[in-house]
């Protein structure tokens, strides 16, 4: 079962692989934009994934689009709405800013 740790609030989540981020984010209570509901269409759930990239799902097509048309992005920068949880604990860092407008 893997474990979310979550900057800057340093909670640490059990999370079950397959679980979309977002919803472990949402669920723990941090607060986090959402507008597009999970359809990698706002940008706003735009997050740094520090460690664990390699577990999580794939960029696919429609969040990479995303991600070029918003500021801020780098190396470890996922839509918590598209990432799904493998079976390694993962770091993420929510950004202090919507980034995606
Ligand atoms: S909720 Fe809109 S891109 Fe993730």
């Known amino acids: 079962m893997p474990v979310v740790s ?7 989540i059990d999370a079950a692989e397959g679980t979309r981020l977002l919803d472990i984010l949402l669920n723990s209570g941090e607060t986090i934009a959402h507008k597009c509901d999970g359809q990698a269409q706002c940008g706003s759930c735009h997050i740094y994934v520090q460690e664990g990239r390699k577990s999580v799902s794939k960029i696919q097509r429609n969040e990479h689009e995303k991600l070029d048309s918003i500021i801020g992005v780098g190396s470890k ?12 604990n993962v770091s993420v860092e929510l950004l202090g800013f919507s980034s995606g407008f």
């Open 77 to 88: 920068s996922r839509l918590a709405c598209q990432v799904i949880l493998g079976n390694e």
């Open 6 to 12: 979550i900057q800057p609030s340093g909670k640490t």
